[in-house]
Every structure is written in structure tokens, then in C-alpha cells.
């Protein structure tokens, strides 16, 4: 006895048959498609500095004594926040030294310590902002009569990198 095939199913297997045909075209176009683009993108330059403040007071220095700890933040002009990668110091001038010989000098201090902070530091835009810490002056024991160095006030240069 032959089996012929009924209206019905020979009118779904058609459609299963484009579904998949359909389908597999899909996948087809999905895995070889292509294409290319461009763009752009502009940085900035800051227009604006950044100014270290020293907060810390340091008095009472005398040849010799312990290292006195320096710190302070930042005022930063740009509009937005600025890298800092570290900070460096250096006595860069003496006012207020007394009268003799030898004369106080730049050279009678000494700046330690370090500011580096892991990765920088993100400063805000405006005044007082963020923080530092980790440099120290000291004023140094010379085998010269520092006599000229009482009185005197050690003028710091801080320069950001």
C-alpha cells in the first residue's frame, strides 16, 4: 500500500524548508559581515597651573636637629583636574640671615624625603585642593660657624612633575 503524502504536510515541510533555507542565510550574512568606520578625538591643553602650597609652619630650626616634616595641597587654574606625577624641592634663596662670617647659604639646608604617589595624583580644579606630604627640611650641622643662619628663613622653590 503506497502512502501518499497529505495536503498538510507537504505545504509544512515546505515552510520548514524556507524557514531554514531563510535561517541559514542569516547566519551566513551574520558570519561574514564586514565593514570599516572612522573618528577622531581632541586633547585638551591646560591652559591653567598647577601652585604647590606649603601649610605646614617650620620653626625652630638649628644646625643639626631632626628633619621637620613639609606639607601642604594644591591650587589648580584649569578648568578640570590636572596629573601630577610628584613634587621636588630645593632651597633655592636665604632672607633675614644675620651679619658675619660665613654667610648663611641655600646650601646650610637640606631638603629630603620624596612626594610620588603610586600611579600620581588627580588635582581638582581650584584652590586648595588635594594633599601632600613626605618632603622635610632640615638645617644642616657644617663643620662652619653658622651663626649667620639664626633668624634666617630658608625660601623654598616646589616644582611639580
Known sequence: MK???SKKRVVLAAIITVAL??????????????GTGTGS????TPVGTITVNQTSAVTGLYPGATAVALSGDFNNSNTGAAHIASI???????????????????????IGGSFTPPGGL???AGNN????SGLTIQLQN???NQDSCKGATANITYTVH
Open 3 to 5: 502512502k501518499h503524502l
Open 21 to 34: 533555507a531563510i535561517g541559514s542565510g542569516v547566519a551566513y550574512a551574520y558570519w561574514t559581515s564586514g
Open 41 to 44: 578625538a581632541v586633547a585638551t
Open 88 to 110: 621636588t624641592a630645593a632651597v633655592t634663596s636665604i632672607t633675614n640671615g644675620g651679619v658675619g662670617l660665613p654667610l648663611c647659604t641655600t646650601g646650610d639646608f637640606l
Open 122 to 124: 588627580d588635582i581638582p
Open 129 to 132: 585642593k588635594g594633599a601632600w
Open 142 to 144: 657644617t663643620t662652619a
